[in-house]
C-alpha cells in the first residue's frame, strides 16, 4: 500500500486486558512515531522509532505501554492491564528522513476503547 | 518547556473569504514545522512542511510561513471553501519529538 496503515481501526476491551495495535508504515521510511489522541486533546507523543536504534520511549505514560519494531518495518504497541483513561485514538506516523527533517505521513489511526 | 500554541481554537466563515490560522512554539529550536488537517475521525493528512531555513511554502490555495526567531508560524487559507472544514494543526519538530499545537477548528460556511 502507498500509506501509513493501523490495525485494528477499531478495539473495544474490557478494564484489565491487555491489547496490541499495530502499524506497518511506508515502505522504506526509517522513522516511526506512536502518538496518542484523547477526546477534545491535542496529540501526545509516545515512542520514536529510528531505524535499528533503541526507541525514543521518553513518552510512554506508564510502565503498562510498550513498543517494539520488528526488522526495522512493522511496528506494536502493546498496553497491559488496560484502564478507562487509556481509551483514545492511537496514530501512527512514518518518516523517511532520518536527518530530523523529514515529513510525517499519518496512519488513520486504533480508536481504543476501555470499558 | 516546549509547547505549541494555536489561535485561534475555533473559526466560522461564510465561503470565499481569506483565513489566517496561527502557531505559536516557545523553544525556537526546532529542525521543521508541518502543519496537518484532519477530519472527524479520521487521522492526520499532511499539507505543508517548512524547515527551519525556509520563510514559507506554498501549496495551491495554500501559504505557510516561518519566523523561527519569533517562535510563530502563519498558515494562510485563500478563497476558502465548504471542503475546507477539518481542524487544522500544526507540529514543532525538535528532532525526536514533534510537538503538536491543540489545533484550530475551521467551519466554511457555503
Known amino acids: 500500500g502507498a500509506g501509513v496503515s493501523q490495525s485494528p481501526s477499531n478495539k473495544v476491551t474490557e478494564k484489565g486486558k491487555d491489547v496490541e495495535l499495530r502499524c506497518d508504515p511506508i515502505?522504506?521510511?526509517?522513522?516511526l512515531y506512536w502518538y496518542r489522541q484523547s477526546l477534545g486533546q491535542g496529540l501526545e507523543f509516545l515512542i520514536y522509532f529510528q531505524g535499528n536504534s533503541a526507541p525514543d520511549k521518553s513518552g510512554l505514560p506508564s510502565d503498562r505501554f510498550s513498543a517494539e519494531r520488528t526488522g526495522g518495518s512493522v511496528s506494536t504497541l502493546t498496553i497491559q492491564r488496560t484502564q478507562q483513561e487509556d481509551s483514545a485514538v492511537y496514530l501512527c506516523?512514518?518518516?523517511?528522513?532520518?536527518?530530523?527533517?523529514?515529513?510525517?505521513?499519518f496512519g488513520p489511526g486504533t480508536r481504543l476503547t476501555v470499558l | 518547556k516546549q509547547e505549541v500554541t494555536q489561535i485561534p481554537a475555533a473559526l466560522s466563515v461564510p465561503e470565499g473569504e481569506n483565513l489566517v490560522l496561527n502557531c505559536s512554539f516557545t523553544?525556537?529550536?526546532?529542525?521543521?514545522l508541518q502543519w496537518f488537517r484532519q477530519d472527524p475521525g479520521k487521522g492526520l493528512t499532511s499539507l505543508l512542511l517548512i524547515q527551519s531555513s525556509q520563510r514559507e511554502q506554498t501549496s495551491g490555495r495554500l501559504n505557510a510561513s516561518l519566523d523561527k526567531s519569533s517562535g510563530r508560524s502563519t498558515l494562510y487559507i485563500a478563497a476558502s471553501q465548504p471542503g475546507d472544514s477539518a481542524t487544522y494543526l500544526c507540529?514543532?519538530?525538535?528532532?525526536?519529538?514533534?510537538?503538536f499545537g491543540p489545533g484550530t477548528r475551521l467551519s466554511v460556511l457555503p
Open positions: 507540529a514543532a519538530n525538535y528532532g525526536q519529538n514533534f510537538v
Open positions: 515502505s522504506g521510511h526509517t522513522a
Open positions: 506516523a512514518s518518516s523517511l528522513d532520518s536527518s530530523y527533517s523529514g515529513e510525517q505521513f
Open positions: 523553544d525556537s529550536a526546532i529542525y521543521n
